[in-house]
């Protein structure tokens, strides 16, 4: 009875020794593999920046390629004889003839929505609209006036020669926002006669949504949100599609729509610096500024790539996963053979001790 006492009390105390040898092994060990998992996910990381980066600057590089395109046709159609003859004498057969250059370009470009020329006045002297069949001007009886639409009040004063650019909207037809949703980013520039005389407008009513197609192609690159958000904060292109274009509308609760409401923080920096990164609670964001426009009418849009807290807590469950398992599983082999350890050790011990109390009793 009293050597199975002793060897319990032996076997705890060895037990107890091999805990104290065995823990500073565990906290050298599960050390290791933190620094493993903390490494595989900052490599994630700089691979999701790497990939965010490279879209990004995709993006802003088709986005200043399509600008310079659509300058270059405005310019070109500003320059056509056909409108020089037209803006002598407004006559049907030289109206005629510029139309049917007009509906030509469309149909082939597919990109314009309309082409119009607009007098001093504002109102519509000719217009073209695109269609699924190509192109077709529009009936006199159908021109509108337009003389109280920013556009045309902001591109009428710019001088000869300077191209204006519109911000990116909605397209409006007789006072109404036109449904479904058409994204419009109107060009303009003013036009002169054969004497020097100002005749009014060269419009073309871009088609954005091509544009903004284009973001979805980068945002496959990017492998996560890409984002398109004008210098007031609202989301030209979002998060959900319904998020989008809250400024046409004019709505009392607007936070939704509004990327500066939700995230302020990453909002300040985007303004401030213009280009960059920025890691926060919600999430990690790059950024870069988009600037076009004329003088005294320069716009600026912002691209941002964005991986929400969720979105990063979901990528690094699976390196989390293995951390774990191989946390528990070196931990719980060290403890078993710190238990064999000592559970020989006190076998021996006992084995000792009962050998040297047979020997005293046989002397």
């Known amino acids: 009875m009293m050597q199975t006492r002793t ?22 060990v599960n050390g290791i593999l933190w620094s493993g998992y903390t490494t595989l996910v900052e490599r994630q990381r700089e691979q999701w920046r790497y990939h965010a980066e490279s879209g990004l600057d995709a993006a802003l590089i088709t986005i200043q390629m399509v600008r310079n395109d659509l300058y270059g046709d405005l310019l070109m159609l500003a320059d056509s004889p056909n409108l020089k003859a037209a803006l002598d004498e407004s006559t049907a057969v030289h109206l005629a003839r510029l139309a049917a250059e007009w509906e030509v370009f469309a149909a082939v470009k597919r990109r314009y929505d309309q082409i119009r020329w607009l007098d001093n006045r504002g109102m519509e002297r000719l217009r073209v609209n695109l269609n699924p069949q190509g192109a077709s001007r529009i009936g006199d009886d159908r021109l509108q006036d337009k003389s109280d639409r920013y556009y045309f009040k902001q591109a009428i004063a710019m001088p000869v020669g300077q191209v204006y650019a519109s911000p990116i909207d909605l397209n409006i037809e007789h006072g109404e926002i036109e449904r479904p949703n058409k994204p419009m980013l109107r060009l303009a520039v003013p036009v002169t006669d054969s004497r020097g005389v100002r005749r009014g407008l060269l419009l073309l009513n871009v088609l954005a949504e091509q544009i903004l197609d284009g973001l979805a192609r980068h945002a496959g690159l990017i492998q996560s949100h890409l984002l398109l958000i004008d210098s007031t ?45 920025v890691d926060t609670p919600q999430g990690q964001f790059l950024f870069r500024t988009l600037r076009y426009g004329s003088e005294g009418f320069g716009l600026r849009y912002y691209l941002v790539a964005a991986r929400l807290r969720d979105e990063l807590r979901d990528a690094q469950t699976h390196q989390r996963q293995l951390w774990l398992s191989a946390s528990l599983a070196v931990s719980l082999a060290l403890l078993l053979l710190a238990f064999g350890v000592a559970y020989y050790r006190a076998y021996c011990l006992a084995a000792n001790e009962s050998a040297s109390g047979r020997e005293g009793q046989s002397s």
């Open 7 to 28: 060897r319990r009390i032996s076997l705890a105390q060895q037990l107890r020794t091999g805990l104290l040898l065995a823990l500073p092994l565990l906290l050298i």
């Open 233 to 277: 904060g609202y989301y030209l292109w979002g998060f959900q599609r319904d998020q989008e274009w809250g400024f046409m509308f004019r709505l009392e609760d607007d936070a939704r729509y509004r990327f500066d409401k939700h995230y302020p923080s990453v909002w300040r920096q985007m303004v401030q610096r213009g280009l960059g990164e």
